[in-house]
């Protein structure tokens, strides 16, 4: 049976697939991290980059590396 709604078919993809976020999802995450901590909507793009830069995130780091290869 087809899933029906946008719901059913995100559960259904979710739940068949163990892999890792991405690193795009993870940058999301982290970014919601950031803005949540700072307790604000707003933020320079220097004073973001910064934080990021603070967070150890081994994950981007390999990817990088990856990269670079």
Request: aromatic share 2%.
């Amino acid at each position: 049976m087809a899933p029906t709604h946008t719901r059913d078919a995100r559960a259904a993809t979710s739940c068949s697939t163990r892999r890792p976020p991405s690193l795009g999802v993870r940058l999301l995450a982290d970014l919601r991290t950031l803005f949540t901590a700072a307790s604000t909507g707003r933020m320079h793009t220097a004073e973001i980059i910064t934080r990021l830069r603070a967070i150890d995130d081994d994950s981007r780091r390999r990817h990088r590396d990856r990269r670079t290869r």
